[in-house]
């Protein structure tokens, strides 16, 4: 570009100038032009005011011959209109007149002339006079051309600095993302961007941590120190930052310094801050400052996203070796008490009691599998709850029902304490009767032999607060926050004396949650009891209505006017046979397939009053069968039970498209499959009400 205006200057050097000579006489125009050929320029003739704006409007000139005395527009006014034009503002006008007054020269030089020639001119005089205009246009266009030079290169200058400033930018940047992105350790993370903050960012830089509510938990700085050495106006701004979500800066004494925060989406983990010099943080610092804070928020949220993604590996590896621990403590009795049964000559008693260990470790698997469904369900929101209004004095009755015969085997006591006033809760009677049956069990799981638990409960303003306390091992205050997560198990070693799966309280939280009520945990250690506290929507009992809700009697099998004919279709020899062998004992007529068209052809001849299907058989599956079963006439109106393994709401909205009556999950209630079986028109009216 330098070059350029060098040879722009040079034209300009050699260049004619323009000169505007105007007047209505065409014999002067012959003489200035006789006159001026010499100076050799480029002598440009107008003959009226009109005329000659139009020239000024189209060329430059460095000197204009103006007539005074013209016809239509005289000079003083053309001059007038002259000076209005920018591009003719400072253009030097010389009046050439006859004869002129001294008012007509004091408005002639008001309107910018330079010079006033009495006519006839002089030759020389005007060929002297012009050529000095020329040599000081030609001055002036060349201090131009210097000064524009000079302009472009200091933006050359400054573009080129700013470009530096930019690869500069852009490289510590680069070097930035490699480093914070070199490990996915958010302590490596988080030396790593203090390490990059100092002292391209800074003279010090202290990194704060928050957790998930936004409070600082832990702070290190890049000389060791931590928030505790920052001076009172960084502590200040960074709680503002903290509080108002916000980037701030402060000044104090000559030390100045920004907080840039640290986001995951809307949450706030943390802070980074900077301190110097005042007048380091410029804007450009600054807004360097807050992308290198954006990008390593991204960095150590990965960092953060990954260890929770190891945690969670972790914990899923510890349940599945959990799983198989407790699924294979309850095999080990049944195997045993199958051996002793076949034995010979095996004394009734001792077959009784091998019949109630299998019958107790069959009963507690199955609590594991339901426990499984439940977290499942929760967790994909297919659990609905069914609110009633259910006595506070029933839930409990209830709930201590089902636990006292496990503390009873452990010599344990349970002290009950509830409101004076009949308190009615508005909730699901048997989702939180499992809440606090789980609450209690763990309670006396947790505890020794011989010990003590409570359950109190309070009422106000709307308010049902239960809480179960007991005398066990306590929880340690690192794992505290981490009770109600799934699979969460304080105890991970290979000797835990305790069993379960760790979702107990999972699900506890959950239910509760689904009833618009919140739990805590608290504890004071290990070895010092724990205390976990629900909280309930309810409300006072109205005058007149019973404190308990109605005993509901336990659904009696109806006797079976005659044996009815049951097919019963299971690809699973073993789950066959025994329900076969089962249902024979109780007096009916069975016929079994393991497939779905040798189901279809016995169901022609044997006309079955009931049929209990399992779902996942081999090749023509469940909900296939139960739809040609209801299409022929001898099994239309039969009794159609699915008796499946499979529990989730899919399955059962599909049995019920599919034609079943009844969608039952393995292992099924014996007494209320029989009652149902005995009675089939009994079994749907009841499922109709």
């Known amino acids: 570009m330098t070059a350029r205006l060098n040879q722009e200057a040079q034209a300009a050097l050699q260049e004619r100038a323009n000169i505007l000579v105007v007047d209505d006489l065409q014999e002067k125009h012959v003489v200035f032009r006789t006159i001026l050929d010499e100076l050799g320029e480029n002598i440009v003739s107008a003959k009226s005011g009109k005329e000659a704006l139009r020239y000024i409007l189209e060329m430059e000139f460095a000197v204009i011959l103006l007539d005074v005395n013209m016809p239509d527009i005289d000079g003083l006014e053309t001059a007038s209109l002259i000076r209005h034009y920018k591009k003719s503002a400072q253009t030097p006008i010389v009046f050439i007149t006859a004869y002129v007054d001294e008012v007509q020269?004091?408005?002639?030089?008001?309107?910018?002339?330079?010079?006033?020639?009495?006519?006839?001119?002089?030759?020389?005089?005007?060929?002297?006079?012009?050529?000095?205009?020329?040599?000081?246009?030609?001055?002036?266009?060349?201090?131009?051309?210097?000064?524009?030079?000079?302009?472009?290169?200091?933006?050359?200058?400054?573009?080129?600095?700013?470009?530096?400033?930019?690869?500069?930018?852009?490289?510590?940047?680069?070097?930035?993302?490699?480093?914070?992105?070199?490990?996915?350790?958010?302590?490596h993370t988080s030396r790593a961007l203090l390490d990059v903050s100092v002292p391209m960012l800074g003279d010090r830089a202290v990194l704060a941590l928050a957790d998930g509510d936004g409070h600082v938990v832990r702070s290190q700085g890049s000389d060791g120190r931590d928030l505790g050495s920052l001076p009172p106006g960084a502590r200040e701004a960074l709680g503002a930052a903290m509080r108002e979500r916000q980037f701030q800066s402060w000044q104090d004494e000559g030390e100045a310094g920004v907080v840039c925060l640290l986001m995951a989406g809307?949450?706030?983990?943390?802070?980074?801050?900077?301190?110097?010099?005042?007048?380091?943080?410029?804007?450009?610092?600054?807004?360097?400052?807050?992308?290198?804070?954006?990008?390593?928020?991204?960095?150590?949220?990965?960092?953060?996203?990954?260890?929770?993604?190891?945690?969670?590996?972790?914990?899923?590896?510890?349940?599945?070796?959990?799983?198989?621990?407790?699924?294979?403590?309850?095999?080990?009795?049944?195997?045993?008490?199958?051996?002793?049964?076949?034995?010979?000559?095996?004394?009734?008693p001792t077959m009784n009691w091998a019949r109630d260990v299998i019958s107790r470790q069959a009963d507690h698997m199955a609590r594991l599998i339901d426990d499984l469904l439940d977290v499942s369900r929760i967790v994909q929101g297919k659990v609905v709850v069914k609110p009633e209004k259910l006595p506070l004095a029933s839930l409990?009755?209830?709930?201590?029902?089902?636990?006292?015969?496990?503390?009873?085997?452990?010599?344990?006591?349970?002290?009950?304490?509830?409101?004076?006033?009949?308190?009615?809760?508005?909730?699901?009677?048997?989702?939180?009767?499992?809440?606090?049956?789980?609450?209690?069990?763990?309670?006396?799981?947790?505890?020794?032999?011989?010990?003590?638990i409570q359950l109190r409960a309070s009422y106000r303003d709307g308010q049902l607060t239960i809480l179960v306390k007991d005398e066990g091992t306590g929880i340690d205050p690192a794992f505290l926050p981490h009770i109600f997560d799934l699979f969460a198990q304080a105890d991970q070693s290979l000797d835990r004396s305790q069993g379960g799966l760790g979702i107990g309280l999972t699900l506890v939280k959950h239910l509760v949650e689904l009833h618009g009520g919140t739990v805590e945990a608290h504890s004071a250690g290990i070895g010092k009891g724990t205390e976990v506290t629900v909280t309930l929507p309810a409300q006072l009992a109205e005058p007149g209505q019973p404190a308990q809700s109605p005993s509901r009697a336990a659904p009696q099998r109806a006797a079976a006017a005659s044996p009815s004919r049951i097919l019963v279709v299971d690809d699973l020899m073993a789950s066959a046979e025994t329900l076969m062998t089962l249902l024979e004992m109780e007096g009916f007529e069975v016929k079994v397939a393991n497939e779905?068209?040798?189901?279809?052809?016995?169901?022609?001849?044997?006309?079955?009053?009931?049929?209990?299907?399992?779902?996942?058989?081999p090749g023509m599956n469940g909900f296939e069968v139960a739809h040609q079963l209801r299409n022929q006439p001898a099994s239309r109106d039969a009794l159609l039970i699915a008796l499946t393994g499979y529990g989730e709401a899919e399955s059962r909205t599909r049995s019920a498209q599919a034609g079943f009556d009844f969608h039952m999950v393995k292992p099924a209630d014996v007494d209320l499959l029989l009652s149902m079986i005995a009675d089939p028109q009994q079994a749907r009216r009841a499922k109709a009400a």
């Open 105 to 187: 020269a004091k408005r002639g030089y008001a309107l910018g002339a330079v010079d006033y020639i009495p006519s006839p001119v002089v030759p020389e005089v005007l060929r002297s006079k012009v050529r000095v205009f020329v040599e000081l246009y030609r001055m002036n266009r060349q201090l131009q051309l210097r000064a524009a030079e000079r302009e472009a290169l200091a933006r050359s200058e400054a573009a080129r600095a700013a470009a530096e400033e930019a690869i500069q930018r852009a490289d510590y940047l680069a070097e930035v993302s490699q480093l914070l992105s070199r490990s996915l350790d958010l302590d």
């Open 266 to 348: 809307e949450r706030v983990r943390g802070a980074l801050v900077l301190l110097g010099r005042a007048e380091h943080f410029d804007g450009g610092r600054k807004a360097l400052a807050r992308e290198v804070a954006s990008r390593a928020s991204i960095a150590m949220e990965n960092a953060r996203l990954y260890t929770a993604v190891q945690e969670a590996d972790r914990r899923k590896n510890e349940f599945l070796a959990m799983l198989a621990h407790e699924l294979r403590n309850p095999l080990a009795p049944i195997r045993n008490a199958v051996h002793i049964m076949q034995g010979s000559d095996v004394a009734a």
């Open 396 to 452: 409990v009755e209830r709930s201590a029902e089902a636990a006292l015969p496990k503390m009873e085997s452990r010599s344990q006591t349970l002290q009950i304490e509830l409101p004076d006033e009949p308190v009615v809760i508005d909730g699901d009677a048997v989702r939180l009767a499992q809440v606090l049956s789980n609450l209690i069990n763990n309670a006396s799981k947790f505890s020794p032999l011989d010990s003590r």
């Open 596 to 617: 779905g068209l040798a189901a279809l052809q016995i169901a022609q001849e044997f006309r079955p009053d009931v049929v209990l299907l399992d779902i996942g058989l």
